[in-house]
Structures are given as structure tokens and as C-alpha cells.
């Protein structure tokens, strides 16, 4: 699938450091700085309907900062970021609204990629549909099988089946009594894990499963649904976490880097993709896991669900400078849940002002190279993407006086926080 365009990204004198981020999975701070010099990411992308609200925004504005961060550490960097083009959500929105799930998808995904681009985001070099990714699905599937850590169930009537068909098709699931590593991402306890399965894609109530948590890989086809061929799987299509499972070993490998998304996220998607990818490597999935706290309005959660949303589409078409969407999420720590405000906007519109006032006069004084600003930037961001710090490090030099070289402090804040000036 095609990726947005990025922007060209300019040099900002000297170079950056490692990295330390807060890891999920141990709770511990990690520094993500691989001695090979090669950095993998994976970040899990939208379900095309009603994109992009102030939460993807925020997950894919912070993702920005650690590519940013370990390409001006020198670091070689492969993103990669999956769209989920077909699941039930999405299939959902496109009946309620009377159109083709297939013309709703590539429109909010058209839309998403304008927000991204309008944001200074830079785009993954692979930019992979779930569509796409079905026939390593389906490959995946049938070894999980042979290696008897998946199972078969009909698809009868009672389970939402076609009636009266000669072929039997299946569902599939991964075995969770045979991985002993699960749950090694959330390290939450079952009774918390079942508190959201259900609302968080899981079937719980499938009569039939070895277990209630147990992951569908594979859905067998039912009737009006989207379908694709699954070898002798039958017909049907994937289940949602072994999309991102099959779309990070195709273009990572086992044990990349980092795996990042939101923090509703953590459990199930990352802890069954993680647990899938054992099963079929018998290696880690991701060495750490990043994830950015949810942004509310009003007290909570900004989520599609609710329909309390704040699009990055709607404030552009309202006349907001992107760079000040960009600086309203930057002031506030990725691992902080925080609500939107207009007045956070309106903070952020301001800084924006005085920031281009600032570099917009003539340069005097030092060199850039002499100028601590930069230092303090990269500095604050090693320090586990700490984006607050490193905004008040720049209204510190405007308030000053802004000394040194203008022009390539603007070039920095370009390369280090995406902010144009």
C-alpha cells in the first residue's frame, strides 16, 4: 500500500545520543541504542473510519520523535506500520453509513494520510494493509496447526455460519496453553485480561474454545462478509492481531526493537501478537514496548466509540496551523493521559507565533554549534521522548533573545521536534 509523502528533513548541527524509553513489558527504563546500528519499529496503524482524531494523532506524533531522535543518532531506521483495511468496526461503519467497507477504507485512509503529512510525520518505509498481508496470514496459520499450537473449530449456524451449506468451514485459534511466555507483555492477571477482551475484538463466549482468551487467527467465512482464499483453511480472512504478527517478521524479523501503539493497545493486540510471533519463532517479538497514554476530552477517552472526537481534518479545515496541533500534543509527556482543551491549542498557537517571530529576525551572535538550545532539545527527548522539557528549552532561547544561529536552531526544531518554523 502506498505511504504518505514526507517532507524533507534537515540537518540540525552536531548529533544525538541513545535513547531510553520506558519499556511495558518490564517497567523498567530501556536504552534503545542497537550496537548493529540498525533500529526496527513497528507501530500499529488505524482501522480506516473516522480518522484521525487527537489520539492517533498523539501515538503517531511521539513514534515521529523516536524516528527523529534515532536517525540524528546516526542510527539506520526501519518503520514499518500496518493499516487495518477489513475488520469488523470498519465493516460496521460502512453498512451503518450505506457505502462499500472498500470506499470508506480508502477514504479515511486518503484522509489519514493528508493529517500525517499536514503534521510533519514522517512516513514508514512500509506502509502494509491487512488485505496484503493475508497470504503470510494464512501461511502462519497452517504452520501454527502442524506445530499443534492451533485448533479448528466448525462454523456452524449457531456461531454466525452459513445454513444449509455442504462445506463445513473453521475458525482458528492459537492454543494458549502451549505458550508459557504469555502473558509477557501486559504481565497483567487473567481477571484483569477478561475485564476487556470482550470489548477489545476478543470472542470470549465462542462456544468451543480451549480457552476464553485463546486468539482467532482465522475466521472462517460467514455469510455477507468479505472473504479470501485460506488454502485449506477454507475461505474467510485473519483475525486482527496475526496481521500485525505476519506484517512485522515479514519486514523487521523477530526480536526488532521497538513495537508501539496506544496503551489500549498493550492487552490484547500487542500481548497475542507478541505471543503468536513466539509461537511461530520461538523468539521474542519486540525487545521493548512504547506506549502513549490515551488523550480525553471532557474526562474521557476520545475513542470513535464514543463519538467524542477532535479531528486533526476538522481544526485544518477550520484554519489551525498544523504546526500548532503538532506543538499542542508535543506539550504533553507521552505517558501522561491528558484531556484537550482549546486552551492547550490556544497555548500552542501563541508559542508558535513566538517561535517564528524569534527566528525570523536577523541572526547575530554565536554559532549554532555554540548554542546550548540544541543540546538541551536532544537532551530532553533522550530522556524518554520528554517533549515538554525540550518545547521550554526553545521558549527559554526566545525569551532571551533568541542568540546564535537562527537559522539552524530552526532547522533543529525541524530535524528534532518536526516543527517548521
Avoid at 526496527?40 to 484521525?52: K, S
Avoid at 512500509?126 to 496447526?145: F, K, S, W
Avoid at 499542542?328 to 482549546?342: I, M
Amino acid at each position: 500500500m502506498k505511504t504518505w509523502t514526507t517532507a524533507p528533513v534537515p540537518d540540525a548541527p552536531g548529533q544525538g545520543g541513545p535513547l531510553t524509553v520506558h519499556d511495558t513489558a518490564t517497567g523498567l527504563a530501556q536504552v534503545v541504542h542497537p550496537a548493529s546500528g540498525r533500529a526496527g519499529l513497528y507501530v500499529c496503524g488505524i482501522t480506516p473510519y473516522d480518522a484521525t482524531h487527537m489520539g492517533h494523532a498523539a501515538t503517531y506524533v511521539t513514534f515521529d520523535l523516536v524516528v527523529r531522535v534515532w536517525r540524528d543518532a546516526g542510527l539506520d531506521v526501519t518503520y514499518v506500520q500496518n493499516v487495518t483495511d477489513v475488520d469488523e468496526p470498519l465493516l460496521e461503519r460502512a453498512e451503518r453509513d450505506g457505502l462499500a467497507w472498500q470506499d470508506l477504507a480508502a477514504d479515511q485512509i486518503a484522509l489519514f494520510h493528508e493529517d500525517m503529512e499536514a503534521l510533519n510525520v514522517i512516513a514508514p518505509q512500509h506502509y502494509v494493509g491487512a488485505v496484503e498481508g493475508i497470504p503470510d496470514d494464512v501461511t502462519a496459520v497452517r504452520q501454527l496447526l502442524a506445530d499443534g499450537t492451533a485448533y479448528a473449530l466448525p462454523v456452524d449456524e449457531a456461531a454466525g455460519g452459513d445454513a444449509g451449506t455442504d462445506a463445513v468451514g473453521h475458525d482458528y485459534y492459537l492454543d494458549l496453553a502451549t505458550q508459557p511466555t504469555f502473558p509477557e507483555v501486559s504481565g497483567w492477571s487473567r481477571d484483569q485480561m477478561m475485564e476487556v477482551f470482550g470489548e477489545r475484538g476478543g470472542d470470549p463466549d465462542r462456544p468451543g474454545k480451549r480457552d476464553r482468551l485463546d486468539p482467532l487467527l482465522w475466521r472462517g467465512h460467514r455469510a455477507g462478509e468479505p472473504h479470501w482464499d485460506g488454502d485449506d483453511l477454507g475461505p474467510g480472512r485473519p483475525g486482527w492481531h496475526i496481521e500485525c504478527t505476519t506484517i512485522a517478521l515479514r519486514y523487521l524479523g523477530p526480536t526488532f526493537v521497538m513495537q508501539g501503539g496506544g496503551t489500549d493497545l498493550i492487552f490484547p493486540h500487542h500481548e497475542m501478537s507478541a505471543v503468536q510471533a513466539r509461537a511461530l519463532t520461538g523468539e521474542r517479538f519486540a525487545s521493548v514496548y512504547v506506549h502513549q497514554a490515551m488523550v480525553g476530552l471532557d474526562g474521557e477517552k476520545m475513542s470513535k466509540s464514543k463519538g467524542n472526537l477532535v479531528l486533526v481534518s476538522a481544526l485544518r479545515r477550520g484554519g489551525v496551523d498544523p504546526m500548532a496541533i503538532r506543538l499542542a500534543l508535543l506539550s504533553k509527556h507521552y505517558g501522561t493521559p491528558w484531556d484537550w482543551t482549546d486552551e492547550i491549542l490556544q497555548t500552542a498557537v501563541e508559542r508558535l507565533a513566538n517561535w517564528r517571530s524569534a527566528v525570523s529576525a536577523a541572526a547575530t551572535g554565536m554559532e549554532a554549534q555554540e548554542s546550548p538550545v540544541v543540546a538541551e532539545i536532544r537532551t530532553a527527548l533522550a530522556a524518554d521522548l520528554d517533549s515538554p522539557a525540550a518545547l521550554l528549552a526553545v521558549d527559554e532561547w526566545v525569551r532571551v533573545g533568541a542568540p546564535g544561529d537562527r537559522a539552524a536552531l530552526a532547522a533543529a526544531v525541524d530535524a528534532l521536534l518536526g516543527v517548521r518554523l
